[in-house]
């Protein structure tokens, strides 16, 4: 069965500082990998996905990923964090199962930005 | 605009009471999903539909029912049977896997109270 791991429950970082979330996955065929954010009380909105070709993959807001086959990661950038970067970020891997495309999710990682 | 809609954002519910929290898209998407998030739980699966007048059950189906009459409407019934019902109830939808793999859209979500 798949699986997403993101170590790093919370984050703080300062304003204007660079940002690394991590996330590790774990599926067998070759995955399809996303990105989501989530403010307080909404919905998630994608920030990025990576399907196949490059894989330096850039998303909206200024994030990018990059996908690591041998280490089995997608780990989420962005050089210069914003305080409105602070929410909470959800890596998820897409698998075919019962005839439809289903996301498993990891955990999440909230981010805190220090003005 | 497209996108998801959910209502309401705000629900309570005494114990004992069904209650049904409603999702409609006008993406003109197939396949749509109900997620259930707990905190520091990220997104578990409740139910999916590919099709009006077809469901299968996700991995925490047990309480909850469904409903495809329309393909635009998905409502989620939470019924007394769900031992532990407080939550984030979030509703998503993409377009049919027989155009290949694609992201999920997520509606705002309904939080669910039980009194």
């Known amino acids: 069965a798949q699986s997403v791991t993101q170590p790093d429950i919370h984050i703080t970082v300062s304003e204007g500082a660079s940002l690394e979330l991590r996330c590790n996955y774990s599926?067998?065929?070759?995955?399809?990998l996303f990105w989501y954010v989530q403010s307080p009380g909404q919905g998630l909105q994608l920030l990025l996905k990576?399907?196949?070709?490059?894989?330096l993959v850039q998303g909206i807001k200024g994030f990018e990923a990059e996908f690591k086959r041998s280490q089995s990661s997608f780990n989420l950038r962005k050089p210069s964090v914003h305080w409105s970067d602070a929410a909470e970020y959800f890596c998820?891997?897409?698998?075919?199962?019962?005839?439809?495309?289903?996301?498993?999710f990891g955990k999440g990682t909230k981010l805190s930005v220090i003005p | 605009d497209g996108g998801i809609t959910q209502s309401p954002k705000y629900l309570f519910r005494k114990e004992g009471q069904n209650v049904t929290l409603s999702c409609e898209q006008n993406?003109?998407?197939?396949?749509m999903y109900w997620y259930r998030q707990d905190p520091g739980q990220g997104l578990r699966l409740i139910y999916y539909?590919?099709?009006?007048?077809?469901?299968q059950k996700g991995d925490i189906a047990e309480g909850y029912s469904v409903s495809r009459e329309k393909k635009e409407s998905f409502p989620l019934t939470v019924t007394s049977a769900q031992k532990n019902p407080t939550a984030f109830y979030l509703c998503?939808?993409?377009?049919?896997?027989?155009?290949?793999?694609?992201?999920?859209?997520f509606g705002p979500g309904t939080r669910l109270t039980v009194l």
């Open positions: 993406l003109n998407h197939d396949a």
């Open positions: 998503a939808s993409n377009r049919d896997r027989r155009q290949g793999f694609n992201e999920q859209f």
């Open positions: 998820a891997v897409g698998r075919l199962g019962a005839g439809s495309y289903q996301l498993t």
């Open positions: 539909s590919q099709i009006v007048n077809d469901f």
């Open positions: 599926y067998g065929a070759t995955p399809y």
């Open positions: 990576y399907f196949s070709g490059d894989t």
